[in-house]
């Protein structure tokens, strides 16, 4: 028998062997969700948003963005950021700034005059949204854009609700406010200024409406008793904000003491500060550890020169002076000592919390009120079918962003609700968390900070204090994003496979434009799970084969 | 109040992931290309999970864009072959020769010697085999033609052992690992201290124009050393680490996680030099202390049975003695484009 010197072999004789017999665990890809997207109240899709301003479609990045929240300029200023302390980057060196990157989203829209896409169709149905702050705008918004007709009532003269008469210039410019409204109001929203809703039952049965949204917010201040002699002066920190927005500023006096230790607090003595109170002073009966106020509004406050008396109350108020009182705490309570002292103010601002003024739903039988705010159920609507309600004015958390989370899912019911249904909510992705990360794959990146305004120029007028990103910076710091449990397109998966088992659906041409993503070829996965394991952002799971 | 505009550099994963939608094609590497050769295709027959198939993929893809896909390769025996080519199916997309287990190299010079008389300087030639065949039973001949400074790039896939018989020691075992030749038995289990060969720096004794080693846990890295070494002409050494799951007794997601620690901890130094000087060294990122890189290999698992802390400060000097001979530490700061603040 005659045997060969050399043998040769065909090229791809070996796919004949289809190894993905050997395999007892299969890859697949997921989608997670991404900490920063679970914790934002407005239920941003931020993962989403900033995977387009990474490669410069800013365009793209805001229309995604407005798909949740119609207020990017607006929230990407005064939003207090729940998504930068669940971001997954903050533990590997610190967060994405993704509030400074909405900011420039929305400001670049302002600019660039970019318009909501305009509504597909026109339902007939009409709804009452009474309110014109956040929760009411982003509902007129959201409402709109599902087609249905909208008449948002307002008992002030000018929309915006606390943004515009709680919320001071320096923190929220007005061009901004108007602008990001105005836009709203160009879905063909119709604004009826100047009327006070009553009894909101009777106002729908009289209006023919098919549906309503309560968004009255929380806009009485709180007041305490206390003892003050005739010439002490006394205001509300509501007050003196909404005369600043009117033009019409309270005279307070060269010293100003404001009591309380929340946000509006530090907004009224920033305020102060800026209407010439050189000597203003925050008093809190507990400490700057435990006081609601955000971390970065008291170093503002800080910054402009204001003081603060941590551990004190006040007692009276003489009119040249106040009497405090100091207090320990003991157990996290507030406890007297007997102990007063002298602190002399011209005037004393109240920024002691806020209550929402319900005679509204006073009449209706169906709408319950407990501790001082509407009742709703899960789709927010009240106990009077079709009457929803939102924002400041029912349990939660009192912000902006909470009340356009509301809106969103309101105006989703109301849109269920006019089909004659109800709406189920979607289902949840599991959370992309850091252990499922491989950060080893990042780059270094330190966050870009936003320019400030010099604390000399902050004292006598209202210009914005936070400035915005460049072009520049802002897309460094969206490409500082992880795309955390979503994947980004890095080929690491298609690369890894010692088994040529990873199939790149993006072809050659629309690579850049990409999207396409990946896909097993489970003939060949072995199932050794490299790619899971070199995955970046967590987006492929490993489960075990069904037999 | 205005910010300093500065260029934007790409900071998201373009300098360590395999590719990227957001660089420029030439700026990704070769594996993120779906034209790949894929010069070691799927069906072949290695584990779950193998560095060798991996790193042969990633070595020849870059070899064959690097020479406009005109490339010979030789294979000594070893897993590699056995695997790729069992009768009648080959992996192989390019053309492929398998010599014998000790006399890749002697063939390569031959393959080489051939072109040349054909007048074809554009048909490259690369050797590959196993740390076996190379460090071991192939030296002579890998040596020799080192001198002779064929036209040959040889490159050398180690596993640390004789992993296709059955994991026997090889001169590149490292010490305290347990083989089928080195047991953990006795008063110094696994592999002695104190022996065995490093190949790179034999390498660059001879002068050859080009040396370097890499790992596959860092792509970027091993295909610029290997279209590096294609420019050059004459004899030239690459040293790439391949975990092995099976010889390591390591999980097979493992793979390049294994091979990232040896670098990071020191115990592999990556490096390149040219006419016997080191010339660049990969530094370490994030420095991982050499017991994170034994744990998770079952090969060392007698060190954590009783104490066997000793042993374990050996390990850790000697990575510590390549850190201090090639500079592998060296603090390299990440630069952000400044703010300006007023
Ligand atoms: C000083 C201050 C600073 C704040 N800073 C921030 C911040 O930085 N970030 C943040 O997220 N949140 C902040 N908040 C909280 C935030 O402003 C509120 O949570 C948010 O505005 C609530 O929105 P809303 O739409 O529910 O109500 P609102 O904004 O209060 O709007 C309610 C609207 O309803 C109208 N209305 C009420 N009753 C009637 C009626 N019967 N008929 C017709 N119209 C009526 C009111 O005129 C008002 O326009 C701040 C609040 C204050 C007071
Ligand atoms: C002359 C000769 N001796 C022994 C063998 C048996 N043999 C085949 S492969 C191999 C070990 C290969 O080890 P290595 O080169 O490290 O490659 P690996 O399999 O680890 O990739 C041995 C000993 C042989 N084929 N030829
Ligand atoms: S890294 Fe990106 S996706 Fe992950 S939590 Fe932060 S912003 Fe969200
Ligand atoms: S790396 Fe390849 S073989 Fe391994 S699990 Fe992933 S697809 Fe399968
Ligand atoms: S490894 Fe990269 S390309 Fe693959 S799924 Fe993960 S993010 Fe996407
Ligand atoms: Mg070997």
């Given at each position: 028998?005659?045997?060969?010197?050399?043998?040769?072999?065909?090229?791809?004789?070996?796919?004949?062997?289809?190894t993905?017999?050997?395999?007892?665990?299969?890859?697949?890809?997921?989608?997670?969700?991404?900490?920063?997207?679970?914790?934002?109240?407005?239920?941003?899709?931020i993962?989403?948003?900033?995977?387009?301003?990474?490669?410069?479609?800013?365009?793209?990045?805001?229309?995604?963005?407005?798909?949740?929240?119609?207020?990017?300029?607006?929230?990407?200023?005064?939003?207090y950021h729940?998504?930068?302390?669940?971001?997954?980057?903050?533990?590997?060196?610190?967060?994405?700034?993704?509030?400074?990157?909405?900011?420039?989203?929305?400001?670049?829209?302002i600019?660039?005059?970019?318009?909501?896409?305009?509504?597909?169709?026109?339902?007939?149905?009409?709804?009452?949204?009474?309110?014109?702050?956040?929760?009411?705008?982003?509902?007129?918004?959201?409402?709109?854009?599902?087609g249905?007709?909208?008449?948002?009532?307002d008992?002030?003269?000018?929309?915006?609700?606390?943004?515009?008469?709680?919320?001071?210039?320096?923190?929220?410019?007005?061009?901004?406010?108007?602008?990001?409204?105005?836009?709203?109001?160009?879905?063909?929203?119709?604004?009826?200024?100047?009327?006070?809703?009553?009894?909101?039952?009777a106002?729908?049965?009289?209006?023919?409406?098919?549906?309503?949204?309560?968004?009255?917010?929380?806009?009485?201040?709180?007041?305490?008793?206390?003892?003050?002699?005739?010439?002490?002066?006394i205001v509300?920190?509501?007050?003196?904000?909404?005369?600043v927005?009117?033009?019409?500023?309270?005279?307070?006096?060269r010293?100003?003491?404001v009591?309380?230790?929340?946000?509006?607090?530090?907004?009224?003595?920033?305020?102060?500060?800026?209407?010439?109170?050189?000597?203003?002073?925050?008093?809190?009966?507990?400490?700057?550890?435990?006081?609601?106020?955000?971390r970065?509004?008291?170093?503002?406050?800080?910054?402009?020169g204001?003081?603060?008396?941590?551990?004190?109350?006040?007692?009276?108020?003489?009119?040249?002076h106040?009497?405090?009182?100091?207090?320990?705490?003991?157990?996290?309570?507030?406890?007297?000592?007997?102990?007063?002292?002298?602190?002399?103010?011209?005037?004393?601002v109240?920024?002691?919390?806020?209550?929402?003024?319900?005679?509204?739903?006073?009449?209706?039988?169906?709408?319950?009120?407990?501790?001082?705010?509407?009742?709703?159920?899960?789709s927010?609507?009240?106990?009077?079918?079709?009457?929803?309600?939102?924002?400041?004015?029912?349990?939660?958390?009192?912000?902006?962003?909470?009340?356009?989370?509301?809106?969103?899912?309101?105006?989703?019911?109301?849109?269920?609700?006019?089909?004659?249904?109800?709406?189920?909510?979607?289902?949840?992705?599991?959370?992309?968390?850091?252990?499922?990360?491989?950060?080893?794959?990042?780059?270094?990146?330190?966050?870009?900070?936003r320019?400030?305004?010099?604390?000399?120029?902050?004292?006598?007028?209202?210009?914005?204090?936070?400035?915005?990103?460049?072009?520049?910076?802002?897309l460094?710091?969206?490409?500082?994003?992880?795309?955390?449990?979503?994947?980004?397109?890095?080929?690491?998966?298609?690369g890894?496979?010692?088994?040529?088992?990873?199939?790149?659906?993006?072809?050659?041409?629309?690579?850049?434009?990409?999207?396409?993503?990946?896909a097993?070829?489970?003939?060949?996965?072995?199932?050794?799970?490299?790619?899971?394991?070199?995955?970046?952002?967590?987006?492929?799971?490993?489960?075990?084969?069904?037999? | 109040m205005?910010?300093?505009?500065?260029?934007v550099?790409?900071?998201?994963?373009?300098?360590?992931?395999?590719?990227?939608?957001?660089?420029?094609?030439?700026?990704?590497?070769?594996?993120a290309?779906t034209?790949?050769?894929?010069?070691?295709?799927?069906?072949?027959?290695?584990?779950?999970?193998c560095?060798?198939?991996l790193?042969?993929?990633?070595?020849?893809?870059?070899?064959?864009?690097?020479?406009?896909?005109?490339?010979?390769?030789?294979?000594?025996?070893g897993?590699?072959?056995?695997?790729?080519?069992?009768?009648?199916?080959?992996?192989?997309?390019?053309?492929?020769?398998?010599?014998?287990?000790?006399?890749?190299?002697?063939?390569?010079?031959?393959?080489?010697?051939?072109?040349?008389?054909?007048?074809?300087?554009?048909?490259?030639?690369?050797?590959?085999?196993?740390?076996?065949?190379?460090?071991?039973?192939?030296?002579?001949?890998?040596?020799?033609?080192?001198?002779?400074?064929?036209?040959?790039?040889?490159?050398?896939?180690?596993?640390?052992?004789?992993?296709?018989?059955?994991?026997?020691?090889?001169?590149?075992?490292?010490?305290?690992?347990?083989?089928?030749?080195?047991?953990?038995?006795?008063?110094a289990?696994?592999?002695?201290?104190?022996?065995?060969?490093?190949?790179?720096?034999?390498?660059?004794?001879?002068?050859?124009?080009?040396?370097?080693?890499?790992?596959?846990?860092?792509?970027?890295?091993?295909?610029?050393?290997?279209?590096?070494?294609?420019?050059?002409?004459?004899?030239?050494?690459?040293?790439?680490?391949?975990?092995?799951?099976?010889?390591?007794?390591?999980?097979?997601?493992?793979?390049?996680?294994?091979?990232?620690?040896a670098?990071?901890?020191?115990?592999?130094?990556?490096?390149?030099?040219?006419?016997?000087?080191?010339?660049?060294?990969?530094?370490?990122?994030?420095?991982?202390?050499?017991?994170?890189?034994?744990?998770?290999?079952?090969?060392?698992?007698?060190?954590?049975?009783?104490?066997?802390?000793?042993?374990?400060?050996?390990?850790?000097?000697?990575?510590?003695?390549?850190?201090?001979?090639?500079?592998?530490?060296?603090?390299?700061?990440a630069?952000?484009?400044?703010?300006?603040?007023?």
């Open positions: 028998m005659e045997h060969p010197f050399a043998i040769t072999l065909e090229v791809g004789t070996s796919h004949a062997n289809r993905g017999t050997w395999r007892v665990e299969r890859p697949v890809y997921v989608d997670r969700l991404p900490p920063c997207n679970d914790a934002c109240p407005a239920g941003e899709n993962q989403r948003w900033l995977y387009h301003a990474e490669s410069g479609d800013y365009e793209a990045a805001w229309r995604q963005l407005v798909e949740e929240n119609p207020l990017p300029a607006i929230m990407g200023r005064i939003c729940p998504c930068e302390t669940a971001c997954n980057r903050a533990q590997v060196d610190e967060a994405v700034g993704i509030n400074a990157v909405e900011r420039f989203l929305g400001d670049l829209a600019e660039k005059g970019f318009g909501f896409d305009a509504q597909t169709r026109e339902t007939g149905r009409r709804v009452l949204v009474v309110g014109a702050g956040p929760s009411g705008l982003a509902a007129s918004y959201h409402l709109r854009r599902l249905h007709r909208v008449d948002l009532v008992s002030a003269a000018k929309p915006g609700g606390m943004m515009r008469y709680g919320i001071p210039a320096y923190r929220l410019p007005r061009a901004v406010l108007d602008a990001e409204i105005e836009r709203i109001f160009a879905l063909g929203v119709q604004w009826i200024p100047n009327h006070r809703v009553e009894d909101v039952v106002e729908r049965e009289a209006g023919g409406y098919d549906a309503a949204y309560l968004a009255v917010g929380a806009q009485l201040g709180r007041r305490i008793e206390i003892p003050a002699g005739d010439s002490a002066r509300d920190a509501l007050s003196l904000l909404r005369s927005e009117e033009d019409r500023p309270v005279l307070l006096g010293r100003v003491a009591y309380g230790g929340g946000n509006t607090a530090m907004d009224a003595a920033r305020t102060a500060r800026r209407l010439g109170a050189t000597e203003t002073v925050i008093v809190y009966r507990r400490t700057d550890k435990e006081m609601p106020a955000e970065e509004e008291l170093d503002q406050a800080l910054t402009e204001i003081t603060t008396r941590w551990l004190s109350t006040v007692d009276s108020f003489e009119g040249d106040l009497v405090i009182e100091k207090v320990v705490l003991e157990d996290g309570k507030v406890v007297p000592t007997g102990e007063f002292e002298q602190l002399p103010a011209d005037a004393l109240l920024a002691l919390g806020q209550d929402s003024d319900l005679s509204v739903v006073e009449g209706a039988e169906h709408i319950a009120v407990r501790h001082g705010v509407v009742e709703v159920g899960p927010m609507m009240t106990g009077e079918v079709g009457i929803f309600a939102g924002g400041d004015a029912v349990p939660s958390a009192r912000t902006a962003t909470v009340a356009i989370g509301h809106a969103k899912r309101a105006a989703r019911a109301i849109d269920a609700y006019l089909a004659g249904g109800t709406r189920l909510a979607p289902e949840r992705h599991g959370l992309a968390s850091l252990e499922r990360l491989n950060t080893w794959y990042y780059d270094d990146a330190p966050r870009s900070r320019p400030e305004l010099a604390a000399a120029r902050r004292v006598d007028t209202f210009a914005e204090v936070v400035g915005g990103l460049n072009e520049d910076t802002a460094f710091e969206a490409r500082r994003c992880l795309s955390c449990g979503n994947c980004f397109e890095c080929d690491n998966c298609f890894v496979c010692p088994d040529n088992a990873v199939v790149k659906l993006t072809d050659r041409e629309t690579q850049a434009a990409g999207g396409r993503r990946y097993f070829n489970y003939d060949y996965c072995k199932g050794c799970g490299i790619c899971v394991e070199e995955c970046p952002c967590g987006a492929i799971d490993l489960v075990p084969e069904a037999n | 205005i910010p300093v505009p500065t260029p550099r790409f900071y998201q994963v373009g300098s360590f992931a395999v590719g990227n939608r957001l660089l420029d094609p030439d700026q990704r590497t070769v594996q290309d034209a790949r050769t894929n010069s070691l295709d799927s069906g072949h027959r290695a584990c779950q999970g560095g060798e198939a790193g042969a993929r990633y070595v020849l893809d870059a070899a064959m864009r690097a020479a406009e896909d005109k490339v010979i390769a030789v294979n000594a025996t897993c590699l072959e056995v695997f790729s080519t069992p009768y009648p199916e080959s992996s192989w997309r390019l053309a492929w020769i398998h010599s014998l287990f000790g006399n890749a190299p002697a063939v390569a010079t031959g393959v080489a010697a051939a072109m040349r008389a054909k007048g074809r300087d554009d048909v490259r030639v690369v050797a590959q085999g196993g740390d076996g065949g190379t460090v071991d039973i192939g030296f002579g001949t890998l040596s020799g033609m080192f001198e002779r400074n064929d036209d040959v790039l040889y490159v050398c896939y180690d596993n640390e052992a004789y992993m296709n018989t059955g994991v026997q020691r090889s001169g590149a075992t490292p010490p305290a690992a347990r083989t089928a030749t080195t047991e953990a038995v006795g008063p289990p696994g592999n002695a201290f104190g022996q065995g060969k490093d190949l790179p720096r034999i390498a660059m004794a001879h002068e050859i124009s080009y040396v370097a080693t890499a790992t596959v846990a860092d792509l970027h890295d091993l295909e610029a050393k290997t279209i590096r070494a294609m420019a050059h002409r004459g004899a030239r050494y690459l040293h790439v680490l391949v975990p092995c799951p099976l010889g390591w007794g390591a999980a097979s997601k493992d793979t390049i996680r294994l091979a990232r620690l670098k990071e901890t020191g115990i592999f130094p990556v490096f390149e030099a040219e006419h016997g000087e080191v010339v660049s060294v990969a530094k370490i990122r994030h420095k991982a202390p050499v017991v994170e890189y034994l744990q998770a290999q079952r090969r060392y698992a007698h060190l954590f049975k009783g104490d066997h802390s000793d042993v374990i400060d050996q390990l850790q000097a000697l990575a510590e003695a390549n850190i201090a001979r090639y500079g592998l530490l060296e603090p390299t700061s630069e952000a484009p400044e703010v300006v603040e007023d």
